[in-house]
């Protein structure tokens, strides 16, 4: 929900980092002390060296497993982790995009960097079947499954898709 809309986005979130140096080498003011959710504020001419230290895939998750597992079972309860063993995915890119950002605690509007990983993920059958299931048999639930051209087209059964599903459908990165 995106102030009171429903909005359809990918699965996903904050990356965790597994080293806590990065956090002083980079400066890094998190978003929320004691996460390691690589979430916060870091001066403007270190972008670059961080962009790059992110690419590399060291020192943080270089994988979708446990964003998987906290949406899909844990928060959701779409799936058990049982049906959820046996995933296949491929790292695929890292996409940059730029936003004004306005959470809470900002006084005034700031330009946040996000950078996104896409992975090609392929469920095993019986968890897509599940998913399937749960949407049909769920009115209330919030998850769909979309195809490429709902999210070229922006919406799904008249429910808006968020724009940052695009990045799925792009070949750059």
Known sequence: MKAGI????????AI????????DKFDIELERQGSKDLRGSIAKYRLGEFETWFRSMTGRESDPTR???EELCDESGLLTSSLLSGFEYMFMKVERTEGESTRVGLSKATTTVYLHEIWNVSLPDDAVIKISRHIE??????ARLVTASEI???????IKIGAISSLLL????
Do not use: M, N, W, Y
């Open 6 to 13: 429903e909005v359809l986005t990918p699965v996903g979130g």
């Open 67 to 69: 964003e998987l597992k």
């Open 170 to 173: 792009s070949d750059s990165g």
């Open 152 to 158: 070229t087209a922006g919406a799904s059964q008249g």
């Open 16 to 23: 965790e980092f597994t080293d806590t140096a990065v956090i």
């Open 137 to 142: 048999q769920d009115r209330s639930c919030h």
